[in-house]
């Protein structure tokens, strides 16, 4: 079982950063994938990006490569966001996801946090 809480979410301005964090409870995550996924209003939620907490491996959406990054903290098992160059179309939900198989259907979900980018 894997409890997840993140944090981070606000009202910011097109081109800013905000940073995201997801809080994990589990006796370990070495074999856990974890990963971002975003829903904006009226739309279905999408793959964000993605980390392998045991290699560190990552992969990104199109939408936000080379604009976010993904890490993780093993010492405060913790996964982060940077989100950097923010635009009005990454206003959205986002959720923070753990599986130990892959992200493409993770079983663990957080409840999510708010991310709204004012043009």
């Known amino acids: 079982q894997v409890q997840l809480v993140e944090s981070g979410g606000g009202l910011v301005q097109a081109g800013d950063s905000l940073r995201l964090s997801c809080a994990a409870s589990a006796r370990t995550l070495s074999r856990y994938y974890m990963g971002w996924f975003r829903q904006a209003p009226g739309k279905t939620r999408e793959f964000v990006s993605a980390?392998?907490?045991?290699?560190?491996?990552?992969s990104y959406a199109d939408s936000v490569k080379g604009r976010f990054t993904i890490s993780r903290d093993n010492a405060k098992n913790t996964l982060y966001l940077q989100m950097n160059s923010l635009k009005p179309e990454d206003t959205a939900v986002y959720y923070c996801a753990a599986d130990p198989s892959s992200v493409a259907a993770p079983r663990y979900w957080g409840k999510g946090t708010l991310v709204t980018v004012s043009s």
């Open positions: 980390i392998s907490w045991s290699t560190g491996g990552t």
